[in-house]
């Protein structure tokens, strides 16, 4: 039977990558598929959707920064948005009760609050999956939707406590005393290696978190989201993320599978999913005001906002309480877990295309911008530089640390991730906070004297899009790119880059000139020899 899940998974995956569609909506369509057939949901596959969760939380906490939530844009803007959507819906739910639609007829005050309540979470899965495969999850943005996310699973701790009546055991107090537990786990992490024990030593740490909050009566997803928070900021925290990446991204097949087996609809109920969808675009604009309301810029609170417009899978988690102590009808569930479906389809779909939809409407939501900027959002101009180097991961920080040997203060780094910035502007190094697919970095930098362009990024669609960028921003030097597969070259060219260079084959090559200059002592260049091959 655990077979034909698998089967399911990889032919409607495939499927919808074929229609230039995210795979998670081949893995939702399979999941309704298979409950249509009959087929029964399997305890691996439930196992295997709450490892992909526990895991994801815990790969959040990894890269999450906590000074990031306690920024007035992160809390006010969830506490101001819920409290708003939950007073609105609420309203909402009950006028419709009054007119005797089907369902909402049996509504109170307490049942339409807490289905309002239900609905104003964002997907966590949804949202940091789409981040991670666009690479913006360290972007502005990225950071605030995230921040949001989080602050939202501490209101769902609150409320399952006061659905539940059952208060965490004294010995919940005892968590604090993990704060100094921070060098041990590091240090347990460094000596981990990086081989297979290093992702075993994840699973260790990840499941070890949650059980631990859960035996002390503390939300488990919790407990792994802050088993990954204690280890933000070590030498291997980025390491042990993408060595559970793979792992995490095949668990979340089982969760997204598990959505369609939740009920199946009938026409009716398919028809109230339908309306309760015509809300996301309520809820996109409730955050955008309310970011833009807390001084952010238009692009932020666009991006941002259009992340988070999306129900969450805790919704159904909400329902189910609600159901079983009697405030909801069995039905709602259902609703429910279509509606929260309808809304992954449609954020995936309208994401991928965020920024090209922000080029075209940019002028209508400059006039939603306060004229007072926060001082992170503010531009700084890279003087002097002739070659900016855009991506500071290992490859980008490589390039820059060897170009500003050889042509010094010309050469300038920027990346979307502050930390990084931070910590390498602490080692001298002339570097900027900034992201390449934010059009108005480019019409404000003055970018006249930079003769090259060289972006290492992980996503070939945004080393396009950048490419685009600039072209409109009148840039006319040259653009160099890295590749991590062949496939991604002609592509790349066609976009109008000039130069791409094959991450291995030139690693091969560096490699080759170091050795051969070691026993001829004279400077070896192959690259001149393979470049016909690589651009």
């Known amino acids: 039977m655990d077979f034909i899940w698998v089967l399911f998974a990889f032919i409607c995956g495939l499927g919808a990558r074929a229609l230039a569609l995210p795979p998670l909506i081949g893995f939702l369509s399979a999941g309704f598929i298979l409950h249509f057939m009959g087929v029964e949901p399997t305890a691996s596959m439930e196992t295997l959707a ?5 895991l994801m939380l815990f790969t959040i906490g990894l890269k999450l920064n906590v000074k990031d939530l306690l920024k007035p844009e992160v809390w006010a803007g969830t506490l101001g948005h819920m409290g708003l959507w939950v007073i609105l819906i609420t309203l909402g739910m009950l006028f419709l009760a009054t007119l005797g639609l089907p369902y909402y007829s049996d509504l109170d005050l307490q049942s339409a609050a807490v289905l309002a309540f239900a609905l104003s979470f964002s997907s966590t899965v949804c949202i940091v999956k789409l981040l991670e495969e666009t690479g913006e999850s360290k972007t502005r943005h990225g950071r605030l939707a995230i921040g949001i996310l989080v602050m939202q699973d501490i209101a769902a701790v609150l409320f399952l406590v006061a659905s539940t009546g059952q208060l965490p055991s004294i010995w919940a107090v005892a968590l604090l005393a993990l704060y100094w537990a921070r060098p041990l786990l590091a240090r347990l992490l460094d000596h981990a290696g990086h081989g297979e024990l290093l992702p075993l030593t994840g699973f260790f740490l990840a499941l070890g978190s949650y059980e631990l909050f859960y035996l002390v009566g503390v939300k488990g997803d919790l407990g792994a989201l802050i088993g990954g928070m204690l280890l933000a900021g070590s030498s291997k925290a980025t390491e042990l993320s993408k060595s559970l990446m793979s792992f995490k991204d095949i668990f979340l097949i089982g969760f997204f599978l ?8 009938d026409l009716s109920m398919v028809m109230i999913a339908v309306l309760l969808a015509l809300l996301i675009p309520l809820k996109f604009g409730l955050f955008f005001l ?10 932020t609170a666009y991006l941002s906002s259009l992340a988070l417009a999306n129900f969450s899978e805790f919704g159904l988690i909400v329902t189910a309480i609600s159901t079983d102590a009697g405030w909801l009808s069995k039905e709602w569930l259902v609703i429910l877990a279509l509606a ?5 389809v449609i954020t995936s779909i309208l994401y991928r295309s965020a920024h090209t939809l922000y080029r075209y409407y940019k002028q209508h939501i400059y006039r939603f911008e306060r004229g007072e900027r926060l001082a992170e959002d503010v531009i700084h101009q890279p003087e002097g530089a002739q070659v900016l180097i855009i991506g500071l991961g290992r490859v980008g920080k490589g390039a820059l640390q060897t170009l500003t040997e050889l042509r010094g203060d010309q050469i300038w780094g920027m990346d979307a991730d502050r930390t990084r910035i931070s910590s390498l502007q602490a080692q001298g190094q002339q570097v900027f906070f900034g992201d390449g697919e934010d059009a108005d970095l480019w019409e404000q930098l003055d970018i006249s004297n930079i003769r090259l362009v060289m972006m290492a990024l992980p996503s070939i669609e945004d080393m396009q899009n950048i490419t685009v960028q600039l072209r409109s921003a009148g840039y006319t030097g040259k653009i160099a790119a890295v590749a991590r597969y062949e496939d991604e ?3 790349m060219l066609d976009a109008g880059i000039d130069h791409v260079f094959n991450f291995f084959t030139g690693a091969g090559t560096g490699f080759a000139e170091v050795s051969l200059q070691m ?7 192959l690259c001149e020899q393979v470049k016909p091959q690589v651009s």
Do not use: E
Not at 290 to 299: A, D, I, T
Not at 519 to 525: E, T
């Open 258 to 265: 598990s959505i369609g087996f939740t009920a199946l609809p």
């Open 290 to 299: 309310m970011f833009c309301g807390l001084k952010l810029r238009g692009r």
């Open 50 to 54: 709450d490892l992909g969760i526990t």
């Open 519 to 525: 026993v001829d002592g004279a400077p070896v260049h």
């Open 340 to 344: 929260v479906s309808i809304s992954f």
């Open 489 to 491: 070259r002609q592509p």
